[in-house]
């Protein structure tokens, strides 16, 4: 277990002009500090955000591209954060110290974890098969393209354990606190903007920042 990162960019912001700049960033980082070998190596990105970055990386590098499901599991206030992530596989996680601080009930979790179950349904309803993770090479980069609390990484490590034999997070930017959860859950962390200021918010490491939709999403596939 590893973390490589840019120490130029520790705790600045604006590091990135886009996600495609941040997976061609985060490109140059593994080919600097890894030697990958590219006939038996997947990047997997994690949908939305992740899939601009991931595609951007995997053609730098020259890797296939595949998708795996995973998704916060929201605040019923926001459409940001969230208190957990769950997987297209059912693997999931819940964050019981942020559950406590705002005294959700478990009727609400209950509640969230279905919308989040069906938003994963729509998903998996419109992504070509043939980008769904599955059978295939023995290592992989699981991309997104920031880490806030971690969960969201900690749950899609949890899935790709089924296909993966050595599994390496590559993220443009993350809070030293989502590290610390996913650390031993992976074997290595590329992470070109580590911050460890509170308040963190991906956003802040983009110039240019906002929600990828659906559409696309597709599109970066395409």
């Not at 590893?2 to 604006?14: A, H, L, P, S, T």
């Amino acid at each position: 277990m590893f973390v490589i990162q840019d120490e130029k960019y520790y705790n600045k912001f604006g590091v990135f002009r886009d996600r495609i700049d941040a997976g061609n960033k985060l490109a140059n980082l593994i080919l600097k500090n890894l030697d990958v070998d590219k006939d038996k190596t997947d990047v997997v990105a994690i949908p939305a955000g992740g899939v601009p970055v991931a595609s951007a990386m995997a053609k730098k590098i020259g890797l296939k591209l595949k998708v795996l499901l995973v998704s916060k599991i929201l605040f019923p206030w926001t459409t940001e954060a969230g208190f957990g992530a769950l997987s297209m596989f059912s693997d999931f996680e819940l964050n019981e110290d942020a559950i406590r601080y705002y005294n959700i009930s478990e009727e609400v979790v209950d509640v969230q974890i279905k919308k989040t179950r069906e938003k994963i349904a729509k998903r998996l309803k419109i992504i070509p098969k043939k980008f769904l993770i599955g059978e295939g090479n023995k290592v992989t980069f699981i991309v997104d393209d920031g880490l806030a609390s971690g969960y969201t990484m900690l749950v899609a490590l949890k899935s790709a354990r089924r296909f993966y034999d050595k599994i390496y997070v590559a993220v443009p930017t993350a809070s030293s606190h989502a590290i610390d959860l996913i650390i031993k859950n992976c074997d290595g962390i590329f992470c070109i903007n580590l911050r460890d200021i509170y308040p963190y918010a991906v956003a802040d490491a983009y110039l240019e920042w906002h929600d990828i939709s659906d559409e696309e999403m597709l599109e970066f596939l395409k």
